[in-house]
Nanobody, 124 residues
Framework: QVQLVESGGGLVQAGGSLRLSCAAS????????MAWFRQAPGKEREFVGR???????YYVDSVKGRFTISRDNAKNTVYLQMNSLKPEDTAVYYC??????????????????WGQGTQVTVSS
């Protein structure tokens, strides 16, 4: 069983930055495919980006060049660095994990473990 705990959300002005953290326990991070999703009010949960076991990353077009996922295997923690934030980035952000090696890993059904979510609000 894997437990995920997100932190780092908050309120920021448009153009600002935030870094979200996702601390994993119960399994070594290097054995997990990790992803970030987000869900805005009234909308479905959507894929933001993912980090493969080797650290390779893939992002949705709307955040490319602005968001970066990184891993610290020693701390068993994944990060989502968010720069140049826009009001449309406002959502609850979720960390997700799976031990399955998916080629893309962009669907919510691809992931077995989820964090509780952290709110990110970007004001205009």
């Amino acid at each position: 069983q894997v437990q995920l705990v997100e932190s780092g959300g908050g309120l920021v002005q448009a153009g600002g930055s935030l870094r979200l953290s996702c601390a994993a326990s119960g399994r070594t991070l290097s054995t997990l495919l990790m992803a970030w999703f987000r869900q805005a009010p009234g909308k479905e949960r959507e894929f933001v980006g993912r980090s493969s076991r080797s650290g390779g990353t893939y992002y949705v077009d709307s955040v490319k060049g602005r968001f970066t996922i990184s891993r610290d295997n020693a701390k068993n923690t994944v990060y989502l660095q968010m720069n140049s934030l826009k009001p449309e980035d406002t959502a609850v952000y979720y960390c997700a994990a799976t031990g399955t090696t998916w080629y893309m890993g962009t669907r919510t059904d691809d992931y077995d473990y989820w964090g509780q979510g952290t709110q990110v609000t970007v004001s205009s």
